[in-house]
């Protein structure tokens, strides 16, 4: 069965620190991988996404994502916080396929702290 | 622009009073679809479109219909809310190429 784990609920940090969100999955196919931010009271925005290529994929707002295939992650990271990140983020598995449906992670609850 | 847009964002109700959460995209998708979002679980499937009359069950579907008569249009309908289904819903839209799924703002539904 296709899921995603995200095994940290909360996670905070210090403006200016480095960030790495975790997110491990397991998908029967070749998987397409995305990472969501949700900000309070707002819909979710594509931060970045995974079909193939270059394992490494940029995204908007400084993030940035490794596939490991071998470990069966997808962890996001950032260099350098800013107190604007502080929001849910959710990794997603799909199928690049039309009509494909995307399971998502718990979610990750990242705090700034100043 | 692009957008998805819900109505309404916010619902108090009853328990047993139908409503509607309507959504409405501009961007010409074929696949649509509803999720609901529970804290610790994320976002859930209910229902989800291929195409214009065509609508298929996701993962919680109990207690929802969905209508596809138009293709902008995908209503989700709870003909007997319970407090169970308080939850935050998004409708999203689904490009042809790219699974990217793209999300309205969010409807936040209370029932009491």
């Known amino acids: 069965a296709q899921s995603v784990t995200q095994p940290d609920i909360h996670i905070t940090v210090s403006e200016g620190a480095s960030l790495e969100l975790r997110c491990n999955y397991s998908?029967?196919?070749?998987?397409?991988l995305f990472w969501y931010v949700q900000s309070p009271g707002q819909g979710l925005q594509l931060l970045l996404k995974y079909f193939s290529g270059d394992t490494l994929v940029q995204g908007i707002k400084g993030f940035e994502a490794e596939f490991k295939r071998s470990q069966s992650s997808f962890n996001l990271r950032k260099p350098s916080v800013h107190w604007s990140d502080a929001a849910e983020y959710f990794c997603?598995?799909?199928?690049?396929?039309?009509?494909?449906?995307?399971?998502f992670g718990a979610g990750t609850i990242l705090r700034v702290k100043s | 622009e692009a957008q998805v847009t819900q109505n309404p964002r916010y619902l108090i109700t009853v328990t047993g009073k139908k409503l509607t959460v309507t959504c409405s995209q501009n961007m010409n998708h074929e696949y649509m679809s509803w999720y609901r979002q529970d804290p610790g679980l994320g976002l859930r499937q209910i229902y989800y479109s291929m195409n214009v009359e065509v609508t298929d069950k996701g993962d919680v579907p109990e207690g929802y219909k969905v209508s596809r008569k138009e293709k902008r249009n995908f209503p989700l309908i709870l003909e007997s809310p319970s407090p169970n289904q308080t939850s935050l819903y998004f409708c999203a839209t689904q490009g042809a190429n790219t699974g990217e799924l793209f999300f309205g703002e969010g409807s936040r539904l209370t029932v009491l």
């Open positions: 998908y029967g196919a070749t998987p397409y």
């Open positions: 997603a598995v799909g199928a690049l396929r039309k009509g494909n449906k995307l399971v």
